[in-house]
């Protein structure tokens, strides 16, 4: 299966701030990537379908102006959080889709805290 | 309603026994089962995957298996090792030509020493 890699895998920000995390497939070209959230005791939750070269598809209740996400490559996604607040705290996991099996591979995760 | 349930929701046992994890679906049109192991602070890892044919698929000491008369699917985890202590993920996947699954809420298992 495809390696997938996050960064960072924890970070920290003050409430206000914005914050980068990066996904990347470090051995498989991946058109379609997702991003997760995952909040403790619960199941992953989806965010966003990325393809590459184009828009996002958010999920309902997703705030696309606040949860922005560019997949510019084949290798890389990134979900930048805008004006975070305590309540994004949260575990964010990306997966690369496989078109043919329809697999999915996740990546590590990135843990974020806003304070 | 496409929804996946697990249960238990918790489970504790002794190391070197058995268990058993559950997962009842009601996912439409099925295209496979997948069952992920993810540890605390990780992302998950697929264990096994089962289209609508298979009734059963063994990755080491993982045992899962499915009805897909009934939507069941178990997991069985055979010599607990401390190790195994993670959640345990069912996901469901729908045959709609894309990536559409559903998630189960997962069981997390402790294995004590």
């Known amino acids: 299966g495809a390696v997938v890699s996050q960064h960072p895998s924890w970070v920290i920000c003050k409430s206000g701030t914005s914050v980068k995390i990066e996904c990347r497939s470090l051995d498989f070209q991946a058109t379609t990537m997702f991003w997760y959230r995952q909040f403790p005791k619960q199941s992953l939750m989806l965010m966003a379908t990325s393809n590459e070269g184009s828009k996002a598809t958010y999920e309902q209740g997703v705030e696309k102006d606040k949860f922005l996400i560019n997949h510019a490559s084949l290798t890389l996604s990134t979900l930048t959080v805008t004006s975070a607040h305590p309540e994004d705290s949260s575990f964010y996991i990306c997966?690369?889709?496989?078109?043919?099996?329809?697999?999915?591979?996740f990546g590590p995760g990135t843990r974020l805290t806003v304070t | 309603k496409n929804q996946v349930e697990q249960s238990p929701q918790s489970l504790i046992i002794l190391e070197g026994k058995n268990c058993t994890l559950q997962?009842?679906?009601?996912?439409?049109?099925?295209?496979?089962l997948r069952w992920y192991k993810q540890d605390t602070g990780r992302g998950p890892v697929s264990l096994t995957i089962?289209?609508?044919?298979?009734n059963t698929k063994s990755n080491g000491r993982y045992t899962a298996t499915l009805d897909a008369d009934t939507k069941q699917s178990s997991l069985h985890i055979t010599a607990s090792q401390l190790s195994d202590s993670a959640s345990y993920i069912c996901v469901v996947s729908l045959n709609t030509g894309g990536f559409k699954t559903i998630f189960g809420a997962g069981t997390r298992l402790f294995v004590k020493a």
């Open positions: 089962m289209t609508f044919s298979e």
């Open positions: 997962c009842n679906y009601t996912v439409s049109p099925f295209s496979n």
């Open positions: 997966s690369v889709g496989d078109g043919y099996s329809y697999e999915q591979y």
